[in-house]
């Protein structure tokens, strides 16, 4: 008998791929439950999910089952021994309590990494904060209006990015791809990381900032590019906005909960904040009102890796990560925090 | 001996303080304050208050007041003893260039102090188009968040073709801009640009440039050979599905053509900075929530708007100091 894998969340750009590998490898099953409870009695003896044995995963499935969180993981069967993410950001998934099942029972986990996608959004947000770019768009689309504000000092509250420094917060693969995007855009390029990244890692016109106030202070756009975690939560407050340059530009494109959304709202309202650029929030798809308010805010809806390119990309190395799993024990894309 | 005079023809915004560094003890700065064109050629005359100038440091906005530079103008430019017209901006299509080389005025424009802010328009537009960002923003603003769009409609970069049509400061400053994901890139010129890299492939018959773009970016100024360059033919032979962009001139663009193709989905989306017929914009640009649309914003920001101020002026004073200004426009030099 073939084993099982689970798909929680559809594949939608890869089914050919799918089928070609892990066709005669696995038995597919898709996830069929509406709620918690079901999921739980679909791995019971006789139910569809019956001995599992790894699990595709997309953050879409939380809509119906809710997050991979410490009692969905625990609750997860013996068989079940590995989760196959299709994302690059893996915060939904209690990575601890896939540890604490136990040496037997441990799950290991992967994602997708890859930076393009999001990476791009963080250069659109960029390019808009600092050139108003948004508000001059919707200004042409209204009917009052029809072409610009003349209420509006575009050209006063306007900068190019050209000569202006982008300070990026966590240089992986993300934050790395913007730096590259940025870079011929004349900007200088600083970051700051939990280590500082080998010669044979960045280029040298990525200057290393040894701490995250020096990155602040240095700032004309700060880039957000840190993986959600205790450490990371709300790493980004009243003391830290604060530190930052009067002008400057906020750019956010990993996960909302970083932040702290009063501090940013009040740094936008004294002009602190010249902008923010925002594709995450704390609580999506539930949007902060007073954020809409500012003419100067640009929100996208978190499109981050949302191309047709992408997504099956990302479904095709997740699906890969499972394969691998099956025969060799071992996806290649093992999340770094289960690396022994 | 009178004071020979420069004129600021359209208001400077920022470098107030430059000009009256760089023509201090040179020449009187006098700023046309016309409300008319008759007022305007009036003041040229002898004893006029326009009269005694060599030099005109003019930008678009003056023709709200006085009208574009035609040929009634130049005439009475040339008649009043002007020698140079320093233009601010790259497009100097409100010049008419070749009456005023045959009167003897020579004209210069502000290349280069547009080409970064320019590209960094076109790549905006670029990616607004590829990922449908412009709906996007819409969509979440109208309490919508994602609802309304298809990610699997949207694309990355990386591996797409841009064609670049006309590889002068700005399409080659957005050719490097794109390599960075990389895209493929391609162009057409009217001849080679020496300066290109490598990986920028000169396509020589333009009826082969069309279809090998996924985007085109238009980079061409407006003249009358290039007028709906871009036309319904053109269109036709990209392929299904390409994008737009267009932050040089509108006229450039058969507008009715291009409508047509976004209608029948043979263009997937456009990203405009430029139209025809300024500040309208046609109503049926804006029926389709994909498109990427600015109301000419590409140099709208205070650092582009000081160098090209400053780099005009520059001109001027290079003109009364040695007798040139380094950015005579291609046309000055007469092919004959």
Redesign the interface.
Known sequence: MLPRVLLCGNV??ALDELKHLLGGIADVVTLSSSTRTEFFASFEPGGPYEGTAAIFRRNVSAQRIGVFDRALIMGLPASVRWIAHSGVGYDQIDLEACRERGEYLSIGVSNTPGG??TA??A??LI??C??H??A??R???SPEL???DPQYN???R??????RTLAILGLGTIGLSLA??A????MRIVYHSRSKKGADEVPPWCEYVDSLEGLLREADVLSVHVPLNNVTRGMLGEREVRMMKRGSVLVNTARGAVLDEEAVIRALKDGHLSAVGLDVYPN??N?NPRL?AFPQA??????GG??????RAREIKAITNLKDFLIKGRGEDLVPELRS | MTQRKVMICGDL?WAHEECKQLFDGLAEVVRMDSQTRDDFLAGLKPGGKYADTVGIYRHNTSADRIGVFDKPVVAALSEAGVKWVAHNGAGYDQIDVLECRAKGITVSNTPGAVD??TA??A??LL??C??H??H??????AGQ??NP?S????????GRTLGILGLGGIGLRLA??V???PMEIVYHSRRPNPDAPSWCRYVEKLDDFWGACDVLSVHVPLRPETVHLVGEKEIRKMRKGSIIINTARGKVIDEEAMIRALEDGHLSSVGLDVYPD????NPRL?EFPQN????H?GT??????RKMEVRALTNVRDFLVQGAGKDVVPEMVSKL
Do not use: C
């Open positions: 939608e750009f393009e996608s791009t959004v250069l659109y390019i808009s600092l050139r770019y948004s001059a768009q200004h042409l689309l029809g072409w610009r575009y050209a006063a306007a900068h190019g990015p050209q000569g590259h995007y870079r011929p855009l004349g999506e798809p949007i809409l640009v929100l996208l809806p978190h499109v949302e191309t047709y390119d992408t997504l | 915004a970064d802010a960094t328009t790549l905006f990616v607004s590829l990922r960002f412009s996007a923003e819409r969509a979440l603003r968040w994602k769009l990610a699997g409609k949207t694309h990355d970069l990386t490097h801009l390599r960075a994901f300024e500040p309208n914009v804006l990427a649309l600015l109301p914003m709208e920001n205070q650092d582009s708007q």
